[in-house]
């Protein structure tokens, strides 16, 4: 009984279902499933060097954890970097967790997608590598067992989520270029 239970669970958390993905060039969708924890200018100390607007998600154990590209472009930069495994809903999570950056030039200007670990989650999967084109709302990578996802935008770009919308990756529109 336990061996069908852990089976059951395992299948329903790396499920990866189709998506609807907006086919406009213009809009930034989620790139994963979860709630929106930070939606507004990013905090210096997080983001990566300059100015950005920061979407972050928590992807609880229950959401799809299969990460989507937010906007097509080529990937310019893949950075990964080892780290702690504290709760990825916390602040500190965002620098001090396992990560890795993924940069996309989207019409001459970098958008940053970063897959952040949790306490559960102790491997990231990338499968996007400097150079590869990519579309939005294409898969990349997965975060196993509870995570955080933070999108660095041009600060030009207007977001359309607030913090407490629940998301869903490759399909809800969270900006507009």
């Known amino acids: 009984m336990v061996l069908l239970a852990v089976s059951i669970f395992m299948t329903f958390f790396f499920r990866d ?16 499933d979860g709630k929106v924890m930070i939606a507004g200018k990013a905090d210096p100390a997080a ?3 300059g100015e950005w607007t920061q979407l972050s998600i928590f992807l609880s154990p229950l959401d799809v954890h299969i990460n989507r590209i937010p906007i ?22 965002a ?15 970098a958008v940053v997608c970063r897959q ?16 590869d084109r990519v579309d939005t709302g294409q898969r990349f990578g997965l975060m196993k067992f509870g995570s955080r996802i933070d999108l660095f935008l041009p600060t030009h770009v207007s977001l359309l989520v607030k ?15």
Do not use: M
């Open 17 to 32: 279902p189709e998506r609807a993905v907006p086919t406009s060039s213009s809009t930034v969708v989620s790139p994963a």
């Open 47 to 49: 983001a990566p060097p």
């Open 72 to 93: 097509g472009g080529q990937v310019t930069r893949v950075e990964y970097k080892p780290g702690s495994f504290l709760a990825a809903y916390r602040w500190e999570a």
């Open 95 to 109: 620098t001090a967790n396992e990560r890795n950056d993924v940069w996309i030039d989207h019409l001459g200007e």
């Open 116 to 131: 952040v670990v949790g306490v559960l989650a102790r491997r990231l999967v990338c499968r996007v590598s400097e150079g």
């Open 163 to 177: 913090v407490g919308d629940r998301l869903r990756g490759g399909e809800t529109v969270v900006a507009t270029w």
